[in-house]
């Protein structure tokens, strides 16, 4: 549960800020790996709740502001936690008035200056599952032909030995057999 405070700065609300701007972020980096996993996930920011939470000098301050309710803050959870729409799924929805949810999609946190780290992260995290596939491609080559190749050394291993010493085994075979 974000808050529109996660987009936009409070006035004397800098800590409330920052750890509703702190949930955007987890959801963002909780995205990738949840998608993996097949789990949704989403984050939803309303505007100041009409609630008991919300001091009364504060909904003083806000009045002529339309306060989100608690129904269609319950109805953007069920929304964002039941809808089949992949482009829904690591998407934040503000509530920051009485007109419609708006629904940012993942791909619009991914502009100007946030473009181009998301660039470079993907760059490296590709890089990072390349290398991840290759190590367990030759792991799973290594545990595969491990055994035929272990068998084909040793009997070659074997066979040149012979070869290369066949004096010494004849010996041994001639001592071998005359006992």
């Known amino acids: 549960m974000g808050s529109v405070a ?6 004397r609300g800098s800590l409330y800020a920052a750890s509703k701007h702190a949930v955007l972020g987890l959801m ?7 998608y993996r996993k097949n789990i949704r ?21 806000l009045s002529g502001i339309p306060l989100a309710t608690v129904p269609r803050i319950a109805g ?4 964002a936690a039941t809808n089949t729409d992949p482009a829904t799924n690591g998407c934040a929805i ?3 008035d009485d007109g419609p949810p708006f ?16 660039d470079r992260a993907n760059a490296l995290l590709n890089l990072e599952a390349g290398a991840t596939y290759y190590a367990h491609l030759f792991g799973d080559l290594l545990r595969t032909l491990s055994k035929p ?4 050394g040793l ?12 004096e010494l085994v004849l010996r041994y075979i001639r001592e071998y057999v005359s006992l």
């Not at 996660?6 to 006035?11: E, F």
């Not at 963002?28 to 949840?34: D, G, M, Q, V």
């Open 149 to 152: 190749v272990l068998v084909a």
């Open 76 to 79: 953007a959870i069920i929304h």
């Open 103 to 118: 629904l940012v999609a993942r791909e619009e946190f991914k502009f100007g200056v946030y473009k181009m780290i998301d």
């Open 6 to 11: 996660s987009w936009l700065g409070i006035p």
């Open 41 to 61: 996930i989403a984050c939803i920011h309303p505007f100041f709740a009409d609630t008991a939470i919300v001091p009364v000098a504060v909904k003083v301050f």
């Open 28 to 34: 963002r980096s909780l995205y990738p790996s949840f």
């Open 94 to 96: 503000l509530i920051h």
């Open 155 to 166: 009997v070659g291993g074997a066979a040149k030995a012979t070869w290369d010493h066949k």
